[in-house]
């Protein structure tokens, strides 16, 4: 079946400092990819989608490019901030019939001024 | 455009007894979807709703958990009786139409629910 792999968490990095968090899945045919974000206290965003291979999602500073080579899907920033601290979940919908969203176990991050 | 809402944020209770959540989605949006998140991983996908009809449930077990959404509006997931590993977070999205690609789901607040 399908399936998401996070790195773990949690990431802990200083304002301003470059972020990845790494993400590779599973899947039949041809997924789209997806990254979500979780505030404190609030419900799960979504931040970027890719629905191609070499396609580049991007949103607020954040960038993740669909590499189907390698089955992966990393997220990038190139300079957090304190406001970015959160959790980050990686996704996919398969092309198949089973089109659901599956999510990766998600990777904490917090941001220190 | 109000979101998502979702009721209550919080509830404890005991091993067997009984549990209902609320879930109010966005105005217009046909789709609603239940997802149970455990402490630890990503949000797992209990049952998916066209309106008020079921289009995927495969993931809810049903011995012990219900849902519907009567009137293709709001819903409510019950559980009954209620076991400690169903302690976790309980989301609610919903989507314009099918999941999908061009669909976007978007997710209330959650009630996380402690069994003891």
């Known amino acids: 079946g399908d399936s998401v792999t996070q790195m773990e968490g949690p990431v802990t990095l200083s304002e301003e400092a470059f972020l990845t968090i790494n993400c590779t899945y599973t899947?039949?045919?041809?997924?789209?990819l997806f990254w979500y974000v979780q505030y404190p206290g609030e419900g799960l965003q979504l931040l970027l989608k890719?629905?191609?291979?070499?396609d580049k999602g991007s949103n607020k500073g954040f960038e993740a490019t669909y590499r189907k080579e390698t089955t992966s899907f990393h997220l990038e920033k190139g300079s957090v901030q304190v406001s970015d601290s959160a959790v980050y979940f990686c996704?996919?919908?398969?092309?198949?019939?089973?089109?659901?969203?599956?999510f990766g176990s998600g990777t904490q991050l917090t941001v220190l001024p | 455009e109000a979101g998502v809402a979702q009721s209550p944020r919080y509830k404890i209770i005991e091993k067997r007894q009984s549990v209902a959540f609320w879930c109010n989605p966005i105005s217009g949006h046909a789709t609603l979807y239940w997802y149970q998140q455990i402490l630890g991983q990503g949000p797992k996908l209990l049952i998916q709703f066209q309106n008020n009809g079921v289009v995927d449930d495969s993931q809810l077990p049903k011995d012990r958990f219900s849902a519907e959404r009567l009137k293709g509006v709001d819903s409510t997931l019950k559980i009954q009786p209620a076991k400690l590993e169903d302690s976790a977070v309980y989301l609610c999205a919903s989507s314009l139409g099918l999941a999908g690609t061009n669909n976007e789901q978007f997710f209330g607040p959650g009630t996380r629910l402690t069994v003891l």
């Open positions: 899947a039949t045919g041809y997924p789209s």
């Open positions: 890719a629905t191609k291979a070499d």
């Open positions: 996704a996919l919908i398969s092309s198949g019939s089973a089109r659901q969203l599956t």
